[in-house]
């Protein structure tokens, strides 16, 4: 079955940008939306955006000018950065494929920490 | 952008008995709306989509209802394993999550 797993830095400093992997194993990253969730330590989730293979995007609007994500489908990974990060970015980051029907499977997480 | 109130914020049901969580949405979202349970130290797991539809291997105590901008997510019989967040999220435009329902042990 399709497996997800986020990499990237645990600690990013102020106002600089936060970059995370998401590898797909188990099936192709074709044809499917490829989705950005957060969750800050005891709260809810955050829905930052997705991206087709094609390299169609749609972001949080309250995110938008910070976000950019990116496919490549020759390594079955897809990628986000945030940039001019704060405190407030700090969360537990998912990944998770969007088939138009909610999200599913999820990965693990990742905690992303920004503090100096 | 779509904003979703879940409620209540915190459900205290007994093992055995039926629990009803809501989600409304701030404009209608037609039938785009997935149900979520979180487990503390895990990663959401896809319950119900399209409203009303269960994700594979969800067992049939979950039921989802409603469209538009309401919504209802029934759990009809608490076992020990259900006690746990549940989320919505609409995906008609773009995707929003409700601040999410704790079902707890009464």
């Known amino acids: 079955q399709v497996q997800l797993q986020e990499s990237g830095p645990g600690l990013v400093k102020p106002s600089e940008t936060l970059s995370l992997t998401c590898t797909v194993s188990?099936?192709?990253?074709?044809?499917?939306?490829w989705s950005w969730i957060r969750q800050p330590a005891g709260k809810g989730l955050e829905w930052i955006g997705r991206?087709?293979?094609?390299?169609?995007?749609n972001y949080n609007p309250s995110l938008k000018s910070r976000v950019t994500m990116s496919v490549d489908t020759s390594k079955n990974q897809f990628s986000l950065k945030l940039s001019s990060v704060t405190a407030a970015d700090t969360a537990v980051y998912y990944c998770?494929?969007?088939?138009?029907?909610?999200?599913?499977?999820w990965g693990q997480g990742t905690l992303v920490t920004v503090s100096s | 952008e779509i904003v979703m109130t879940q409620s209540p914020a915190t459900l205290s049901v007994s093992p055995g008995e039926r629990a009803t969580l809501s989600c409304r949405a701030s404009?209608?979202?037609?039938?785009?709306l997935a149900w979520y349970q979180q487990k503390p130290g895990q990663a959401p797991r896809l319950l119900i989509y399209?409203?009303?539809t269960r994700a594979t291997g969800i067992p049939a105590r979950f039921s989802g209802s409603g469209s538009g901008t309401e919504f209802t997510l029934t759990i009809s019989s608490l076992q020990s394993e259900d006690f746990a967040v549940y989320y919505c999220?609409?995906?008609?435009?773009?995707?929003?999550f409700g601040q999410g329902t704790k079902v707890e042990i009464k």
């Open positions: 998770a494929r969007d088939s138009g029907m909610g999200a599913s499977p």
């Open positions: 188990g099936g192709s990253i074709s044809s499917y939306y």
């Open positions: 991206i087709y293979t094609s390299g169609s995007t």
């Open positions: 404009q209608s979202v037609s039938s785009n």
């Open positions: 399209g409203a009303s």
């Open positions: 999220q609409q995906y008609n435009n773009r995707g929003t």
